[in-house]
């Protein structure tokens, strides 16, 4: 079974700073996902990375995949308070059609 | 347009009961997973659906658990003789195609007395 494991689980910065989040795999796979999650609310789709080398942004947010390193980053510029919520990375099993989700890391940006 | 819809979005039952849980997709995706999710941890994998088929359904916990999708359209996951640890989050998730992007319903939380 593929592990997915994400740090930190917990993570408290402040506004207008940066920080990064990891997320590593344990098998073959070239197909990643990041995930936000509001309280009480389902999850929102962030990134698609299908490839290795793969690097995206959208606003404040910036995800990349190494898949030789089985790892995928997800960092944050100048973080606002906007940007609480718990973020998810899923991994998509290449011999398969599971999807494994990480154990999320709880973001709280304080003002 | 319309996103993903689950029903209900809560349901308490006892335990032994039999429970359905609908997921209506995006229109048109082809692809439709179900999760379950408890509280502090991510989703949990159960089925995915490529059309009409069940491409996969390893991830149900054991044959208690169940679900179809006749037309390619909405699907239902079924449990039967439900148990107190069946209780948590389900979620439905559609997408175009297999390695798309998934768009997640609002889930059904179902707590078993």
């Known amino acids: 079974e593929l592990k997915v494991e994400q740090n930190p689980l917990f993570l408290s910065m402040q506004e207008g700073k940066n920080y990064t989040i990891y997320c590593n795999y344990s098998t073959t796979s070239d197909r990643l996902y990041w995930y936000r999650q509001d309280p009480g609310k389902s999850l929102e789709s962030l990134f698609v990375?299908?490839?290795?080398?793969a690097v995206k942004q959208e606003g404040r947010l910036m995800a990349s995949l190494d898949t030789k390193a089985r790892l995928s980053t997800l960092h944050i510029t100048a973080a606002v308070h906007d940007l609480s919520a718990t973020y998810f990375c899923a991994v998509d099993m290449s011999t398969g059609n599971q999807f494994y989700f990480g154990t999320g890391t709880s973001l709280t940006v304080i003002p | 347009g319309a996103g993903v819809s689950q029903t209900p979005s809560n349901k308490v039952t006892e335990k032994g009961k039999y429970v359905e849980l609908r997921c209506d997709p995006i229109s048109g995706h082809t692809a439709l997973y179900w999760y379950r999710q408890s509280l502090g941890q991510g989703p949990e994998f159960l089925i995915y659906f490529q059309g009409t088929g069940a491409a996969d359904d390893s991830g149900l916990p054991n044959d208690r658990f169940f679900a179809v999708r006749p037309e390619g359209s909405v699907s239902t996951l079924k449990i039967q003789r439900t148990e107190r640890g069946d209780s948590a989050v389900y979620l439905c998730a559609s997408s175009r195609d297999r390695v798309g992007e998934q768009f997640f319903g609002p889930g059904t939380r179902l707590t078993v007395l």
């Open positions: 990375l299908l490839s290795n080398g």
